[in-house]
């Protein structure tokens, strides 16, 4: 099985290939249509601010490669947010493989704003292995995406948000499985496991 981890402006791709090392997985890190679209799996990372990623995917024209993939692929983070049609961080739309929009967290308690840190998972379903809930994962994010038809697991601060989704071929986590010891192993491998 070889995994395309796709390489763009987002700040943690080193950390996913060192959990692919870890799960002895072959791995390329690259921004090349021919080997995105070969790859049996890919993994679509992001830490950073969208409007000007989505800029940097579109010059790379990999906004179009992204969304016409038929493999699984795995948004994380960012790339998360990005797979939905609107980002409320500097009005961004985005690819619009999820119809939800990504909002801003509004403190109710006052709250700290990201949320960063460890927080648990519920009702998971689907892909994600039911052993995961109330499972503890990482999280860092200041946008979040609502519960909605395509949630598989929800993580609440402030309110109830999308921890993971899926939508056809589109898998995706608001936390950072290369970050989260066991569990995330967990969940990388329970992705790279979904038959091509």
């Not at 939800?100 to 998971?124: C, D, R, Y």
């Amino acid at each position: 099985m070889k995994v395309a981890i796709i390489k763009y402006n987002a700040g943690n791709i080193r950390s996913v290939a060192f959990a692919m090392e870890r799960l002895k997985v072959d791995y390329s890190i690259t921004d090349h249509e021919e080997e995105i679209r070969k790859a049996d799996k890919i993994i679509f990372p992001g830490v950073g601010e969208a409007s000007t990623t989505m800029q940097y995917l579109k010059y790379k024209k990999l906004d179009q490669v992204i969304i016409n993939l038929k493999q699984p692929v795995l948004g994380i983070c960012l790339g998360m947010q990005l797979m939905c049609a609107f980002s409320e961080e500097n009005n961004t739309p985005c690819l619009g493989i999820f119809k939800e929009s990504v909002k801003f967290f509004i403190p109710k308690n006052k709250e700290k704003i990201p949320h960063m840190g460890w927080n648990s998972l519920a009702q998971t379903k689907g892909w994600l292995p039911a052993e995961l809930t109330h499972q503890f994962v990482y999280f860092v994010h200041s946008y979040y995406v609502p519960v909605n038809a395509h949630t598989t697991a929800i993580t609440e601060y402030v309110q109830p948000f999308s921890a993971a989704m899926k939508q056809k071929n589109f898998y995706a986590v608001q936390f950072h499985p290369e970050k989260s010891a066991l569990a995330g192993e967990i969940i990388l491998s329970s992705f790279l496991n979904i038959p091509s």
